[in-house]
């Protein structure tokens, strides 16, 4: 692997960018793996990178049914934080941080990470006692917040629509170490570090069956570019989870829906961070390029199209409009759809399921971006080892059986709110 530096830049620079290596090996499928990790998404991408680099595993392959950076992880609105409440949440969304904060340098590659904040604004003085506690738990596990009132926040950002009628903006909870990384980066950049360390990627070959022993285990998987054998095999298919479930027998708690996306024509610098609307499903950050970048609402039905439909768009654009008004003159440039993995709490699953062998990673909702480095580490650690990783040990499948829900959101079980 070429190692990137100033100096190779440079002087492939002079020679017209002609000579740098491909990113990482496009494999062809071998008949067998230790480890298969179906999907090549960020979390899948950065499962096999931990395997190989933490635990030393390189018979492993990561197989994806399209190309790398399809899935959601080329489709989010980039957002990093770890801004959570719950025990069972936030140790471990602050490890992801930790990761993010060092990932370039690990991965030795431009992933864009940009510590430029985190802003969730508040409405009511309810509003501000529920931030008020989640900034107390936050700093409690370590990790930075700051209660702003409104001339706080008016500082940041001086455009909100602060004095509207039914939506006054009283003040924000700030995390400064929150903001963005480049979306599709992160997964080229896991992509060639695990690759680099021996990790087949295999593209463009989709898993349609589980091989299974008389026991009923799990001993390998049926492809589209053939049959391939594995000690272990770990599902990281996001929005997909039900469906490579089913081929197991196994029914999750996991609903799919649609999450849509928009960026605007590039602007001059204006959003000083990632903001978001405490009266209304709406956030909005801006790209280093210039675009506005924000989304709302899931869309409220079941689908597997990764695409939304119109009511969403107008209920997005009226959030956009109530915080900032000026949003209405900019053009919409592109929008797009990808496939939610919604979980009936709000938390995501790190665990073994009913069938030896087999062992499931999903149930991220629509904040699995930020989550990559950690439940790549956490899932690297439970497929090595077969114990959860302490940070992780709450995602349980079971939980709901038990009543552990982690409802980070205390709105009960219901997937369409959370
Ligand atoms: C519009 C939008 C905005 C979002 N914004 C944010 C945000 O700001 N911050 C944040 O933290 N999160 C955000 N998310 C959520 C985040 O993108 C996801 O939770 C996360 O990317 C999911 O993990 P992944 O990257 O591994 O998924 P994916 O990239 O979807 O990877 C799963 C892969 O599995 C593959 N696959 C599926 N079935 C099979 C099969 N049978 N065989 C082989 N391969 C298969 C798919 O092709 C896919 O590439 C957003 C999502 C969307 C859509």
Redesign the pocket.
């Given at each position: 692997m070429t190692r990137f530096s100033i100096f190779g830049l440079a002087a492939n620079a002079l020679r017209g960018h002609k000579r740098w290596s491909s990113t990482w090996r496009d494999a062809t499928p071998k008949d067998g793996y230790d480890i298969i990790i179906?999907?090549?998404?960020?979390?899948?991408l950065a499962t096999a990178y931990y395997l190989a680099r933490v635990h030393g595993l390189t018979r492993v392959a990561v197989?994806?049914?399209?190309w790398i950076g399809?899935?959601?992880?080329?489709?989010?609105?980039?957002?990093?934080r770890s801004n959570y409440l719950l025990p069972g949440n936030e140790p471990f969304y602050e490890w992801s941080m930790k990761l993010w904060e060092g990932l370039e340098q690990d991965l030795n590659y431009n992933a864009m990470v940009s510590q430029r904040g985190v802003l969730n604004l508040y409405h009511s003085d309810a509003q501000r006692d529920a931030f008020a506690r989640r900034g107390n738990a936050m700093r409690l596990h370590g990790v930075d917040a700051d209660l702003l009132d409104q001339n706080g926040v008016r500082k940041l950002a001086p455009f909100l629509n602060f004095d509207q009628a039914r939506f006054p903006v009283q003040g924000g909870l700030y995390q400064a170490r929150g903001g963005t990384a480049r979306h599709d980066a992160v997964a080229w950049g896991y992509a060639r570090g695990a690759s680099d360390h021996g990790v087949d990627i295999i593209q463009n070959?989709?898993?349609t069956a589980f091989l299974r022993d008389a026991a009923g285990a799990v001993t390998g998987v049926e492809t589209t570019r053939g049959t391939i054998r594995a000690g272990k095999v770990g599902m990281?298919?996001?929005?997909?989870s039900s469906?490579?479930a089913a081929m197991a027998d196994l029914r999750l708690p996991i609903e799919s829906h649609v999450?849509?996306?928009f960026v605007s024509e590039a602007l001059k610098p204006v959003i000083p961070g990632v903001i978001t609307f405490g009266a209304g499903h709406f956030y909005i950050s801006q790209s280093d390029k210039g675009g506005l970048v924000f989304?709302g609402d899931i869309d409220g039905y079941n689908s597997y199209a990764q695409r939304g439909n119109l009511p969403v768009v107008e209920d997005v654009c009226e959030g956009g409009m109530a915080l900032m008004p000026m949003i209405g003159r900019a053009r919409l440039l592109r929008s797009w759809?990808?496939?939610?993995d919604m979980s009936m709490d709000g938390s995501p699953f790190i665990d073994r399921t009913s069938v030896p062998g087999l062992y499931f990673n999903g149930g991220?909702?629509?904040?699995?971006?930020?989550?990559?480095p950690a439940s790549g580490w956490c899932f690297a650690h439970l497929l090595a080892t077969d114990e959860s990783h302490p940070v992780a040990s709450d995602y349980r499948l079971d939980r709901f059986h038990a009543g552990l829900l982690i409802d980070e959101k205390g709105q009960g079980a219901q997937p369409n709110l959370h």
């Open positions: 179906i999907g090549g998404g960020g979390h899948g197989i994806e049914k399209g399809g899935g959601n992880v080329g489709r989010n609105t980039t957002i990093i070959c989709e898993v990281a298919v996001a929005g997909n469906r490579v999450l849509q996306a989304g759809g990808g496939l939610m991220w909702c629509y904040g699995g971006f930020k989550a990559t």
